[in-house]
Every structure is written in C-alpha cells, then in structure tokens.
C-alpha cells in the first residue's frame, strides 16, 4: 500500500498535537512533519516528496496564502487542503485561486480530515472553482458544527431535515414567514415524506437539544444569551436563528 506523505502546518499547538497524535493512527498516511510557520513548512516541503498539505491560512513566518504562492513559484507539486476557522467568501475564493482542493473549517473530526486527504492524493476531488458549489460544501460544514454543538445528533431524522430547513432559509429568507406553506413542503418533497412528518421530526431535534441541556453551549454559538433553560424555540425560531447567524457570516 503506498502510504501518503503528508506535512501539516497549523500554527495552534494544541491541534496540531492533536492531529499529529490522531494521524499516526491511520497507516495509509505517512506524516513527515507537523509543524507550527509556514516557513518551517515551505523549507520541508522543498527537501522532501510530499503529497498534501493540510494547512491552516494564520501561521507564523508566511502565512497559508504565501506557502500556496510560494510552492507554485518553485514548482512543489504537493496539493493543498486548507484547515480554517476563517468563514469568509474572500479566503475561501483566495484559497481556490490559489490551486486548493479543500476548504475545509474548524473544528471537525480526524476522520473526516483524513477522508478528504485520500481524496485530494488519489486526484478524485476536483477544485472547487465553483463558487457555488463551493458555498453549499462550506454552509453544510457550518450548521453541522452547530448541531455538534447545541446537541443535535446526526442520526436522527430532524437532523437532516433541520439543515435543510436552514439551508433554503439561507438562499431565500422569506421562505421563513410561510413555513407550512412552502418551507416544511419543500422539505418533504425532497425527502419523499410528508410536511406533518418533516414538521415532527425537526420539533423532536430541538426538543433533544434542550433535553441535553446544552443551553449555555447554544448561547456561545450566537454570542448572546438567547434562551434559558425554561424556555425552547419554536421550529421556525430557531431556523431563523441560525440562517440569520449563516448570513452574517457571509
């Protein structure tokens, strides 16, 4: 099995001992470095055979941006997955520009880091040059990170169809004034069920969430202090919410 070499440059220690630690695990990646500046990384990577770079955009000496540019003044053909907390339209599309495969945000699981580092070696991912592909991808990793947070598991059925929900109140926000009307049916066609079932299923994912009591985690999400633990948010309260919190990020 050809094992793939890899050079992570991720100016948070604590991460990057994370994922250096994690990483080992998987045989099929060859981890040459861990490193904390661009610059300890850019002087790797023209010494050594490297296939991908899992790199964050804020690293001391160069920064992300720089270590792409400078890698293509110099004809290093390792491939770039991007590890940020940085939201923006702007860096997602510097980042694109610049030869990256993946955009991917913080925080998120080893195991899906890895998947994506297969794919950017095997050559399957193509450049998400689409912006609007691009978008969706990145939104889709937003909302999932705030269910992992509020304490929306995945495997149930409101999951889905909340991030949907979510989803169409981002592209269209006025859908959020006719939910039984056009929200919960768009839903339902997409999901080949029913708008009761869709309605339902989402009242359970929140009822879950405060069940859990991960009210406070809720209140760090949106920077305020929006509920306690008396009160819980209509459906389309906390569809708003969210897709409020998804456009002003951008």
Known sequence: MKQINLVIAEDNDQLRSTLEKDIKDYEEINLIAAVK????????????????????????????????????????????????????????????????????????????????????????????????????????????NIFITVGIPAHIKGYQFLREAIKLATERPEIINSITKELYPSIAKHFATTSSKVERAIRHAIEVAWNRGKIENINDVFGIKVYNSNEKPTNGEFIALVADKMLLEG
Not at 55 to 68: A, P, R, W
Not at 71 to 86: G, P, Q, V, Y
Not at 104 to 115: A, N
Not at 125 to 137: G, L, P, T
């Open 37 to 144: 500046s661009g610059t300890e990384a850019l002087e790797i990577l023209t010494k050594e055979k490297v296939d991908v770079v899992v790199s964050d955009l804020v690293l001391s000496g160069i920064d992300g941006f720089s270590l792409m540019e400078k890698c293509k003044e110099n004809d290093i053909n390792a491939r770039f997955l991007i590890l940020s907390s940085l939201s923006s339209e702007t860096f997602i599309n510097k980042s694109m520009e610049l030869g990256a495969y993946y955009y991917m945000l913080k925080p998120l699981e080893t195991s899906l880091l890895v998947e994506r580092i297969k794919l950017v070696s095997e050559g399957e991912a193509e450049k998400q040059n689409n912006i609007n592909y691009n978008k969706n991808k990145i939104l889709d990793e937003k909302i999932s």
